[in-house]
């Protein structure tokens, strides 16, 4: 229900459906997440009224330092994914990326990308147990732009 409040009536998903249904969901102002959980990996599904970046991470704690971030954009219609930890607030650096595309589209204003995260990424948060997510976007698709909006939500994934 909140995804259909996120989303205008004429507003048609960018993506086709997934193999597989997205059961998990957050949203934030402007922007929603969807993820399934899998044995080795959780995919995600970023959707935002946009044309900048979309951003998912991951902490374990409400801080955005020590977050593991992974940013989705699309210039000229080529998706590019992004991994960065944070070091202090304004401070992301890029780290090797382990996160694999799956599709994308940019139409209308708006962005959709989704992709796959391995569970046990090297140097990162395990995607399993009590987390905190972190959802943000841009209008700019310049990873140096400072966030439109961003939240932090406390979830459970099954380990």
């Known amino acids: 229900m909140l995804f259909a409040m ?4 004429s507003a048609a998903p960018l993506l ?3 193999a597989s249904p997205l059961p998990g969901s957050a ?11 899998e044995p080795e990996a959780v995919v995600f599904e970023l ?16 801080d955005i330092v020590g977050a593991d971030l992974t940013f989705a ?9 992004h991994d960065h930890t944070v070091h202090a607030p304004g401070d992301h650096r890029a780290v090797p990326l382990q996160t694999t595309l799956l599709g994308s ?3 209308d204003g708006r962005t959709a990308v989704r992709f796959r995260v391995p569970r046990d990424r090297a140097g990162a948060h395990a995607l399993s ?31």
Not at 6 to 9: D, E, G, I, N, V
Not at 47 to 56: A, D, F, I, P, S
Not at 73 to 81: H, I, K, M, N, S
Not at 131 to 158: E, G, K, N, T
């Open 6 to 9: 996120m989303m205008t009536a």
């Open 16 to 18: 086709p459906p997934p």
């Open 27 to 37: 949203a934030v102002r402007g922007m929603t997440a969807r993820w399934r959980v």
């Open 47 to 62: 959707q935002g009224e946009t044309t900048g970046w979309l951003l998912v991470g991951f902490n374990d704690r409400d």
């Open 73 to 81: 954009r699309v210039v000229d219609g080529v998706a590019t994914l």
């Open 105 to 107: 589209d940019q139409r």
């Open 129 to 159: 147990g009590e987390l905190w997510l972190v959802l943000a976007w841009s209008v700019s698709p310049d990873l140096d732009h400072h966030s439109r909006v961003r939240a932090h939500q406390q979830i459970s994934l099954p380990e």
